[in-house]
């Protein structure tokens, strides 16, 4: 494994899973905006399938959220010797992920967010995986 001071299991989680699905997750938007953006809610009554110029810019913003996420903590993972620095990055990543999961809770609705069987595979990565990490 490349050099860091985060032990062997965070490392994996942290160094090379987490950048590698943030990644996916930049790159989705590109490959297929339209499912990208009808797929953020399980069973989305929009079936006409009309994605809005608004709709895709903000697609296009969260993909490049989503790259610079991913760039920033293979940047620390590998740069910094210092314990602080992780424990603060960390602590950045659990706010983000409860608020990231919030918001998906939010825009779904309580009825949706607790149907875990109705789920899609987007709200499995956004709510699911996520939520896994705490």
Known sequence: ???SIFPPIPYLIYGIFEPISLIGGS???HLDAS?????QIPHNPDTTGTITPSSLSLAYQLSNIYFLLALLGVA????????KVLRNYLVCLAVADLTHILAAGWSMGWERFVDVAEWNALTWGNVGVTGRCF
């Open 35 to 39: 499912s990208f953006i009808l797929s």
């Open 1 to 3: 494994m490349p050099t």
């Open 76 to 83: 620390l993972i590998h740069s910094t010797s210092e314990p």
């Open 27 to 29: 790159l989705y938007p």
